[in-house]
């Protein structure tokens, strides 16, 4: 399968790995639009949460403790960060492949909508 968060998260394409583990990858957004933007994704493909059956809910639990890691190793934890992930074309999902946008560094505004 051509996807690039796949060859992203397993090495197939060279990245600066923010973080990584058995099941999960995280690397800098190529765009960010925050000082801090990290992706954090499976290694395994999955193209939503909607791809994600409730048997296999537990890699949901292995991003947020992916976040959890990165929050603490990349200093934000105490100031606090924003959690994003795009579910299909009406949530703005481009890449399909499952990421949470993780976003730090400043005083962010309220509420996302568009
Ligand atoms: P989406 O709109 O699907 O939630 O977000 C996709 C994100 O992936 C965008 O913020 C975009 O900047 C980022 N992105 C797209 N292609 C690449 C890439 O090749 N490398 C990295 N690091 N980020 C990418
Ligand atoms: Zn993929």
Do not use: W
Request: overall charge negative.
């Amino acid at each position: 399968m051509d996807c690039i968060f796949c060859k992203l998260a397993n090495g197939e394409i060279p990245t600066n790995m923010v973080y990584e583990d058995e099941r999960i990858a995280a690397f800098k957004d190529v765009n960010p639009v925050a000082p801090v933007h990290i992706l954090v994704v499976p290694k395994k493909h999955y193209s939503s949460l909607e791809d994600v059956d409730f048997e296999n809910m537990d890699v949901i639990i292995d991003i947020h403790k992916a976040i959890r890691k990165i929050a603490e190793q990349e200093g934000f934890s105490k100031n606090g960060y924003r959690i994003i992930n795009n579910c299909g074309k009406d949530g703005g999902q481009e890449v399909p492949h499952i990421h949470y946008h993780v976003l730090a560094g400043k005083q962010l505004t309220k509420l996302v909508t568009d």
